[in-house]
Structure formats: C-alpha cells, structure tokens
T-cell receptor, first 115, second 110 residues
Framework: GAGVSQSPRYKVTKRGQDVALRCDPISGHVSLYWYRQALGQGPEFLTYFNYEAQQDKSGLPNDRFSAERPEGSISTLTIQRTEQRDSAMYRC?????????????FGPGTRLTVT | DAKTTQPPSMDCAEGRAANLPCNHSTISGNEYVYWYRQIHSQGPQYIIHGLKNNETNEMASLIITEDRKSSTLILPHATLRDTAVYYCIVIDFGNEKLTFGTGTRLTIIP
C-alpha cells in the first residue's frame, strides 16, 4: 500500500518568504508527527497530532513555525518569514495509533533551502 | 526519556552477524527500547522494539540485558544494503516523540 508522502520534495525559497510543507499520512493512521533533520544529525521532533488535535508542539523552534491537521488526515507545516537557519530536511511520520508500542512510518522528506 | 549511548561507527563483513550495542543505564520500567535505521538520505525505518524480553522479527533480533541497562541489535547475515545509521531510542510508555541521538554508522564491507 501507499506509504507516507510529502510534497514538495524540494523547496528553495528566499529569506522572508512563507513556505507550506504538506504531509499525507498512511490511510487510517491516527497519529502524525513532524521532525526536522539537519545534515549529519538525527531527526529532531517538532510536533505531533492525534486525529486533528495537536498534542505536543514543544519542539517547534519559535512562533514562526505552525502546523495543522484540520480533518485528521493531511497535515501542513508552515514556516513564516523563513530564515537561512530554517534550511533542513523536514520529515513527516505517521503511526496507526498513538502510543509507544507502535512504530512510526516516515515519509521521504522535504528538503528546504532558504537562500 | 532515558538517554542512550552508541558507538559512532562500526564495520562488519558481508555475510557475518552485525552486533550493534546500546547503553541505556538510566532506563525506567515503563520505557521501551526501539531501533530505527536510516539508509543514506531516506527516512528512518523501523526495525524492532522491546520492553524486557528478547525479540526477533524478519529483520533483526533484539537482546535486552536482564537489568535492561543495555541492549544489542543483531543483524544475523549482514548485506551491503544494511549499510546505514542505526539509532537506539528509549521511549516512555505514553510518550509519542522519538528522540534520535547520533546513532551508529554501520558499514558493511564486501
């Protein structure tokens, strides 16, 4: 079956512009997670949802970052007024149900470059 | 969540068993041990997880010591496609987020 998909796969934007990154989880998966990965580092947690409810946004770096999942399926991570330090791979993951006994399935990521 | 310690890199000959250690000496009773790997620039891939018993699936075996302070991931017959960064993650029951460290870069040598 289809895995987690993300779009766009690559995004180049100029400093100060807003960007929206999309994640389409595996159908029927309750939980959806956003991570950010710098080159040579492991992914870093940003936020997660159960259904449409944002459960934890403690990893969002500042208030320029926001995420939504209005219908409990597709999610959008928005970065306003982008800065060069926002350049990274942004990864989305989903899991069947919430809970530490369930694995997360990761998408291919969106490579964001802020020039 | 408990922190984990892994060697930064390891080599293993193709066809041999790869044994990847992880130290999690501050693990508590409700915390699971998870292993993920990341091949090149792909997204992390789940391998296996366990609470206190040893576990085996089609990809690997997970051996957890009796005191649960360390574990070993075993890839029984390593292939070149197993070259990847392997992450050992300890996650509390009821917690959702994965905290990746720097992992072990495993290189399979032909």
């Amino acid at each position: 079956g289809a895995g987690v998909s993300q779009s766009p796969r690559y995004k180049v934007t100029k400093r100060g512009q807003d960007v929206a990154l999309r994640c389409d989880p595996i159908s029927g998966h309750v939980s959806l997670y956003w991570y950010r990965q710098a080159l040579g580092q492991g992914p870093e947690f940003l936020t997660y949802f159960n259904y449409e409810a944002q459960q934890d946004k403690s990893g969002l770096p500042n208030d320029r970052f926001s995420a939504e999942r209005p219908e409990g399926s597709i999610s959008t991570l928005t970065i306003q007024r982008t800065e060069q330090r926002d350049s990274a791979m942004y990864r989305c993951a989903s899991s069947l149900v919430a809970g530490s006994n369930y694995e997360q399935y990761f998408g291919p990521g969106t490579r964001l470059t802020v020039t | 969540d408990a922190k984990t310690t892994q060697p930064p890199s390891m080599d293993c000959a193709e066809g041999r068993a790869a044994n990847l250690p992880c130290n999690h000496s501050t693990i508590s009773g409700n915390e699971y041990v998870y292993w993920y790997r990341q091949i090149h620039s792909q997204g992390p891939q789940y391998i296996i997880h366990g609470l206190k018993n040893n576990e085996t699936n089609e990809m690997a075996s997970l051996i957890i010591t009796e005191d649960r302070k360390s574990s070993t991931l075993i890839l029984p017959h390593a292939t070149l496609r197993d070259t990847a960064v392997y992450y050992c993650i300890v996650i509390d029951f009821g917690n959702e987020k994965l905290t990746f460290g720097t992992g072990t870069r495993l290189t399979i040598i032909p």
